[in-house]
């Protein structure tokens, strides 16, 4: 007689992940595996060359020497200790990069789009906006906004931020300014001068959550596309663009560049580096990716578990493996949990659980795996059948704004 076989052993289950709801910032940083998370926010996604040298010198004093370059177009130091926070924040005051308090620094969630040549009306215009808007999150008839509650000032010649998440979106169209609801077919037109009011308009009624009675100058419009081709490391109104591997760079690279010209960040984890017009004026730093066919522009990581209590598995050693399997046309995410903090639109995607990485075709971290498990030897393979099954692109539908993590 046969012996019944024997009922295969459950897999392990990754333990759920902590949802924060918030992001660090400078006022409130937020404890990770290789110590604090300081977020910086600079006005206008703008650093001044000496603003650029001054956190190149903070990281390297009182962090690990790295700075990260975030998906809001921030700026972040990690494994700052606890006793060393005073002494940044001290430093960071200084160089005029700190808000008036924890509360103004959270709801000055504003990305700006970071293209134009300096002196142009259209980026004067853009960066007048943002420091408006600002003034306008700080006053004291603010909404209360949820925390990760953001707004685009995305008026140059033509939208480059539709997919970044944002709530309230100020653009350009052929007929001029615009306010419009993130996802919602409504619209406003608007002027230089009353852009910002219309905008916290919109932002006081998302915050009364009154989805029947929007404000009466907003009327259906149709949503605009939010696809795009992504911006690539090369000449663009205003400079350079240049990309770092998984969004890191090390502070003295940092510092180099600032040698070059002032700094502006922006939502694709890369600088706009002002006034730079040719390849050869960019020395060859670690960590700088220039070339718009690097392989390790497909790729997106989070730290994982060398620098997150949350991660349960590596991921930018993998990433960094698997670069060369990804298409030009794809992109793949690995992620240490199923937050999926470095990359929340569908795609090709590989979260670290405590049995292996489970794969997802076309997805995010959270989504349900298409197969569970797997070795790092078996990984290549599987990659190669996911992106023949599907359409996965770098200009993926942007996901809903309400639910971005922190990166």
Known sequence: MRAPSATPAPLPAAPLPTVHGWCPGALRPMAS?????????????????????????????HGQGTLELTRRAN?????VAQGSHPQLLAGLKALGLVDADAAAEQRRNIVVTPFGEPGDA???LACALASELARALAAPGAPALPAKFGFAVDCGA?????????????ERDSQGLVVRADRVPLAARATPQDAVAIA?????????????APPPRFQPAPLPQRTGPRPQPGPVPGGWLVAAAFGQL?????????????????????????GVRSAPALPGLPGLLTDPADPLLRVVACSG????RQAVGATRPLARALAGLVPAHGLLHVSGCSKGCAHAEPTVTLVATPAGYDLVRHGKASSRPDRHALRADELASHLA??????TTTQDAPAHDATDTPPL
């Open 305 to 308: 578990a060398e620098g997150c």
């Open 33 to 61: 595996g290789d110590g604090w998370i300081v977020r910086v926010r600079p006005h206008a996604g703008r650093l001044t060359r000496a603003q650029a040298a001054g956190i190149a010198r903070l990281a390297a004093a």
């Open 250 to 274: 090390q502070a003295d690279t940092f510092a180099r560049l600032a040698e070059l010209g002032a700094l502006r960040l922006t939502p694709w984890r890369m600088l706009l580096v002002e």
């Open 158 to 170: 033509a939208p480059v931020l539709r997919a970044t998440p944002a709530h309230v979106r100020i």
């Open 200 to 212: 916290m308009e919109l932002a006081h009624w998302f915050a009364r959550g009154d989805a029947a």
């Open 385 to 390: 059948c996911a992106w023949n099954t599907t």
């Open 122 to 124: 259209t980026l004067a």
């Open 75 to 79: 700026l972040q130091l990690r494994g």
